[in-house]
């Protein structure tokens, strides 16, 4: 047992005034010298600074109670906050994964139809080339001094070949020129 404590609950310390108006005895009968001032009225009023005591506690209570709720508040805020980082983190990466696949199949589509175009193209310049050469060398053959020659050239641009024969004769110069359209994207 500490030292200094009173072994029993009414015994009073030195430094503490003995109430004047309680029983200090163990007898629980009231003596019959001592006056009862009560009134009935009076029965729930608490003494002032009983009063006081009990609007400190009710004031320190909701000090405690609006401080843990701002606590819990803050705690949800800080986790709603993490939570709207991390589902924009995802929306960003799969907006950045749909506009690379859109981009790569448009891509895609923009080269296969360039190829296809300058494949047609190449191939229709191909023939044109093929059947100059062709008429070329049938005239050249045929270029003698008796019957007169063929001289001509050509010239292939971005949009149009350009054909020019020139067949001296006899009879007199003749002259062709056929301007062929090459197919090309617009």
């Not at 009862?36 to 029965?43: A, I, T, V």
Request: hydrophobic letters at 40%; glycine letters at 4%.
């Amino acid at each position: 047992m500490e030292t200094g404590q009173p072994k029993n609950v009414n015994e009073h310390t030195k430094d503490e005034p003995q109430q004047v108006g309680k029983p200090t005895g163990s007898s629980s009968a009231p003596r019959t010298s001592e006056k009862k001032e009560e009134n009935p009225g009076n029965q729930n009023k608490l003494p002032t600074s009983n009063l006081a005591v009990v609007k400190i506690q009710a004031w320190w209570r909701g000090a405690l109670v609006r401080r843990t709720l701002l606590h819990a508040t803050l705690g949800a805020l800080v986790i709603q906050r993490w939570w709207k980082q991390i589902l924009m983190k995802l929306q960003e990466k799969r907006r950045r994964a749909a506009l690379e696949t859109f981009t790569r199949e448009e891509w895609a589509a923009v080269r296969l139809q360039s190829w296809v175009r300058m494949w047609r193209i190449r191939l229709r310049y191909c023939r044109l080339l093929h059947a100059v050469r062709i008429i070329q060398a049938f005239w050249r053959c045929h270029s003698c001094a008796s019957r007169g020659f063929i001289k001509g050239h050509y010239r292939v641009t971005a949009s149009q070949l350009y054909l020019e024969i020139e067949i001296l004769l006899a009879s007199g110069p003749c002259i062709v020129t056929e301007c062929i359209p090459l197919p090309i994207k617009q």
